[in-house]
Structures are given as C-alpha cells and as structure tokens.
C-alpha cells in the first residue's frame, strides 16, 4: 500500500502552496536592469516530479523559470535564462489568510546559481520572493 501523508518529499524543501499566476509561453516583463526588457517563459524549473499530462505548468511568486528574451539589448535577446518571478497579477493566499496581488507579472533575470545578473530591481518584490532568494532580497528597494 502506498503511504499517505504530508507534502514532504525526499530532497524537495517544503513551501506554503501558492496560486499559480505565470505559465508556459507567457510574456513578462523584466524588472531589473540586466538589459532585458520582455522575456517568454519556456520552462519551469522543478515543475517535471508534479506534472499531469496535458496540464500547462505554472509558476508563482519565488519560483525559478527558464526564459528567452524577446526585447532588450541586442547582445542579451534570443539568449537562454533563469529568471525568478517576484510579482504575479493573480491573488494568492498568504499563510496568515490575507490575499494579496500585484498591479502587473515581472521576473528578474538570474543565473543558474541565483545569483542577480542586474544592480537594482524596480518596483516592489513580494516577501515569498525574498524570502525564498536572499540575493533578489538584498537588492530590492521594496519588499511587500
């Protein structure tokens, strides 16, 4: 028989579950100066181990995606990236029952490390973000 129980798996830390907001081939703006502008969202980093078939992954604020650059600099479009959602347009819920949600969706470039390729991050951050990426935390001027 198979075991039954919690949200606890080996190797995976275990987060607060999240609304997704952002999926597969959306459009998001970047929110860091790293020279991109508009990237598309090709993948979802750690999404393989819970997929369904035929369901479109979504990430939510603090996930890490895989993106292309559509708009920026000519030396950064077309190139292959992580990047780290830290807003989401659709309300999610927080731990201590508020919902909360942003004006627009936004992304800051990373590397596969985590490290932030950019100086500065405009607009807020959401606190799960942060929370998650200390490095995207250290950077932002706003973290809600």
């Not at 490390?113 to 200390?134: C, D, F, L, N, Y």
Request: hydrophobic share 45%; no cysteine.
């Amino acid at each position: 028989m198979a075991k039954r129980g919690g949200p606890r798996t080996v190797g995976v830390p275990w987060r607060f579950h999240l609304t997704p907001g952002i999926f597969m081939n959306s459009l998001v703006p970047v929110a860091d100066n790293s020279g991109a502008k508009l990237v598309r969202v090709i993948g979802i980093v750690g999404h393989y181990s819970k997929s369904v078939h035929r369901r479109i992954p979504g990430a939510s604020v603090g996930d890490m995606v895989v993106v292309s650059v559509q708009e920026g600099k000519p030396e950064m479009r077309k190139q292959i990236l992580r990047a780290i959602v830290v807003r989401q347009r659709r309300p999610f819920r927080r731990p201590d029952g508020t919902w909360i949600a942003f004006e627009d969706n936004a992304v800051v470039i990373v590397t596969e490390e985590g490290q932030v390729k950019g100086t500065e991050i405009h607009g807020p951050v959401a606190m799960e973000a942060a929370q998650r990426w200390p490095q995207v935390a250290s950077i932002a001027t706003m973290i809600i």
